[in-house]
């Protein structure tokens, strides 16, 4: 009896071995995961993004905790129970020289190469343009976000609905009839606008697809004239000149001007001067804008964009989805925003039945300012 009950234990340990029981653990192989922002920090896009990309890292498990999303955004780097993350800068909006850009692709290119990725977002124009040429073919897969219009101009992808490569990810279709449409409700005098926007790969976007629309006849006011230049001074003069002759601005990007002396001139303090000399309404495609002290616009949100990569990304890392096969995408639409302030400054009562959804009580650039 007593060798028959040691047997029944030596057949049972052997049991629990084979199925795991008393094994050494197997450490989980934590994947790498390189996020390339086109700009930097203090740009208050790429802190949208970076809100969304934390939410969705949170909403997916990739971070532990909000404390992991802090460190992230703190320090461009954390290493979780599932991810080793790491954070590079490509900062277009600060170096626009040809000679520039390729140097940081150079210098971003070896970083990744000796990290190793399983996987790398590229958030916005730039870094999709210079980065993801790099990667294009190879076997990382490559998630955008943030790219303006159609990424299909940077041949990352053949198609929309089928990308054919190994990248995939969100695009923004640019709300601007949308922002009309809304700055037509909020100042149902204007007929007349003309277009305000640097000279930046996002900018130049932004009014391509403002004048297509426009001789689509698809606009609810006339464009009279666009103006895209990098020279704050011409920027400054062209925005008094014209706004005695149309009714209207809309305002597509500000945040890369250079003064006389060539230095960048803050997207705070370019918004201070406008909203403070210009005295026609304008609207604007994305909420940062309003912010920090424009009238309206429809938000092609940052944090939506940054959110929807990861869950694409998710679906790469965790379900194994071909990025070649998974159509690109835009989120759905930010809110319908208008900005109290300055609708004070212009004479303006924002009332319900614009169909408003959110409402900005200052003008950051006028706060940051003081």
């Given amino acids: 009896?007593?060798?028959?009950?040691?047997?029944?234990?030596?057949?049972?340990?052997?049991?629990?071995?084979?199925?795991?029981?008393?094994?050494?653990?197997?450490?989980?192989?934590?994947?790498?995961?390189?996020?390339?922002?086109?700009?930097?920090?203090?740009?208050?896009?790429?802190?949208?993004?970076?809100?969304?990309?934390?939410?969705?890292?949170?909403?997916?498990?990739?971070?532990?905790?909000?404390?992991?999303?802090?460190?992230?955004?703190?320090?461009?780097?954390?290493?979780?129970?599932?991810?080793?993350v790491k954070k590079l800068w490509f900062d277009a909006k600060r170096k626009k020289s040809k000679e520039e850009k390729v140097e940081v692709t150079a210098r971003i290119t070896r970083v990744l190469m000796e990290f190793k990725s399983d996987l790398i977002f590229l958030g916005d124009d730039d870094a999709a343009e210079y980065i993801g040429s790099q990667f294009l073919d190879t076997k990382t897969p490559v998630v955008f976000w943030g790219v303006n219009n159609t990424p299909v101009k940077y041949g990352l992808v053949d198609r929309q609905d089928r990308p054919g490569h190994n990248v995939t990810g969100i695009f923004q279709p640019g709300y601007y009839v949308e922002s009309l449409d809304l700055l037509k409700k909020v100042a149902p005098t204007v007929k007349t606008f003309a277009v305000l926007t640097d000279d930046t790969t996002a900018g130049r976007s932004h009014y391509k697809a403002i004048e297509y629309l426009a001789q689509q006849g698809v606009l609810p006011l006339t464009l009279k004239e666009t103006v895209i230049t990098g020279d704050y001074e011409v920027f400054k003069s062209r925005a008094l000149e014209l706004q005695k002759t149309v009714d209207a601005f809309f305002i597509a990007q500000y945040s890369s001007l250079r003064d006389k002396s060539g230095n960048y001139v803050s997207a705070y303090e370019a918004a201070k001067w406008?909203?403070?000399?210009?005295?026609?309404?304008?609207?604007?495609?994305?909420?940062?804008?309003?912010?920090?002290?424009?009238?309206?616009?429809?938000?092609?949100?940052?944090?939506?964009?940054?959110?929807?990569?990861?869950?694409?990304?998710?679906?790469?890392?965790?379900?194994?989805?071909?990025?070649?096969?998974?159509?690109?995408?835009?989120?759905?639409?930010?809110?319908?925003?208008?900005?109290?302030?300055?609708?004070?400054?212009?004479?303006?009562?924002?009332?319900?039945?614009?169909?408003?959804?959110?409402?900005?009580?200052?003008?950051?650039?006028?706060?940051?300012?003081?």
């Fill in 1 to 84: 009896m007593k060798r028959w009950m040691f047997w029944c234990v030596v057949v049972m340990g052997l049991c629990l071995v084979s199925i795991g029981y008393g094994a050494p653990k197997k450490e989980t192989v934590k994947k790498r995961i390189v996020v390339v922002s086109s700009y930097h920090r203090e740009y208050a896009w790429s802190q949208e993004t970076n809100e969304g990309f934390c939410a969705a890292m949170l909403k997916f498990g990739y971070f532990d905790s909000k404390a992991q999303a802090g460190e992230y955004t703190r320090n461009d780097a954390v290493e979780t129970s599932k991810v080793i």
């Fill in 274 to 370: 406008y909203i403070t000399n210009i005295n026609i309404p304008e609207t604007a495609e994305q909420g940062q804008f309003v912010r920090q002290g424009m009238l309206c616009g429809a938000d092609d949100s940052g944090y939506n964009q940054g959110f929807e990569a990861v869950a694409v990304a998710h679906d790469i890392l965790d379900k194994g989805a071909n990025p070649a096969t998974y159509p690109v995408r835009a989120p759905k639409r930010g809110v319908l925003i208008a900005n109290r302030q300055r609708a004070a400054m212009l004479g303006i009562t924002l009332t319900p039945e614009m169909g408003i959804e959110e409402y900005v009580d200052e003008a950051a650039a006028l706060k940051e300012a003081k």
